[in-house]
């Protein structure tokens, strides 16, 4: 029984052990099943004879029948759909487009990357924004009606999410504050940004700088392998989870594998991480996802440990579901400062 119980002890407080699960909530990017876009069309100004009013008088003069008047300007020339100009934001991106009398918007559809989620439209040009983009991506979008395409290609760059990231409890309310750095990635990396502990993070280990611990990826292309690591000589980056999250008194005495796993998308980190306490193994799952809403940066870090009643022995956010994807008190969402 004394065994058992020490050995339903270790895993309970296994620090830096997640659970992987499927049906948990990740918020993919982009979606798979894009809602309808939103159009949203303009009043016009009413056409009409001219008004003219005489200054220092309230009488209105209308043109009459039988009285000359100015010749009407010709006719301006049709307009053909085009792309006038494009901006981009992080994961998103916003086209000026022309088009012809009778287009129906709804036929209106963009090829390139990412769906329409608005079109906002005057007469015969409008805006249109496109949603589900990855960040640092050269985009080529063409406008097509009908399924056919109607204009040349536009080229855009969406931005990048490097900063300075924080979080604290949003509602107040006391709790160890995370810190992070964004950096984009060498080009030989297989990812796209990497993902430092700042100095005032609560966590940070002594003797050390600015970006000098990197958490995100734990470990990329060609650089030393971690499987096998006793956790005493694992590096701080390994050993930060353990120290931020873990209230409970064992750690791991070994890792036993470090894995990325495909996400499908340049702008989430997903790390498995199996780490063994008294000959037990357990699979770790750690997530960092960019996110874009509402013109600000954010950055959705995730960890949860099993087996289940693990996740008692950790330090959880006491105010999830106030700040946008902090689902639920695993999710910690960090805002560009």
């Not at 107040?172 to 810190?179: D, H, I, R, T, Y």
């Not at 280990?205 to 694992?234: C, F, H, N, W």
């Not at 037990?280 to 600000?296: C, G, L, P, S, Y």
């Amino acid at each position: 029984m004394r065994l058992l119980a020490l050995i339903i002890t270790a895993l309970i407080t296994l620090s830096s052990c997640t659970i992987i699960s499927e049906e948990e909530s990740v918020h993919p990017i982009p979606a798979e099943n894009p809602p309808e876009p939103v159009i949203i069309i303009e009043e016009v100004p009413p056409s009409g004879p001219a008004v003219t009013i005489d200054e220092g008088s309230s009488a209105c003069h209308v043109p009459q029948a039988g009285i000359e008047a100015e010749p009407e300007a010709a006719p301006a020339e049709e307009p053909a759909f085009s792309i006038a100009a494009a901006s981009a934001g992080l994961q998103s991106a916003e086209l000026e487009i022309t088009y012809p009398a009778g287009t129906d918007l709804w036929n209106i559809s963009v090829e390139g990357g990412g769906h329409i989620s608005s079109i906002r439209a005057m007469e015969n040009a409008a805006s249109v924004m496109i949603e589900g983009l990855e960040s640092l991506t050269d985009y080529h979008f063409r406008l097509t009606y009908e399924g056919l395409p109607v204009t040349d290609a536009y080229s855009v760059t969406t931005a990048s999410f490097a900063g300075r990231y924080s979080w604290e409890p949003a509602d107040g309310s006391e709790a160890e504050p995370f810190a992070l750095d964004v950096r984009e990635a060498p080009a030989s990396s297989a990812y796209r940004y990497y993902i430092y502990l700042n100095p005032e993070d609560s966590a940070f280990p002594e003797g050390y700088g600015a970006y000098q611990v990197r958490i995100a990826p734990l470990v990329d292309e060609g650089e030393p392998s971690l499987d096998g690591m006793k956790y005493k000589e694992t590096p701080e980056a390994y050993r930060w989870t353990n120290h931020k999250l873990n209230t409970g008194s064992m750690t791991p005495s070994r890792i036993e594998y470090v894995r990325a796993v495909e996400t499908g998308n340049g702008d989430e980190i997903r790390t498995a991480v199996a780490s063994v306490a008294l000959g037990f193994t357990a699979e770790a799952d750690v997530r960092f996802i960019f996110r874009e809403n509402e013109d600000k940066a954010y950055l959705a870090f995730f960890n949860k440990m099993t087996p289940g009643i693990a996740n008692s022995f950790l330090k959880k956010n006491p105010s999830p579901g106030i700040r946008p994807y902090e689902d639920d008190e695993f999710w910690y969402v960090l805002e560009r400062e």
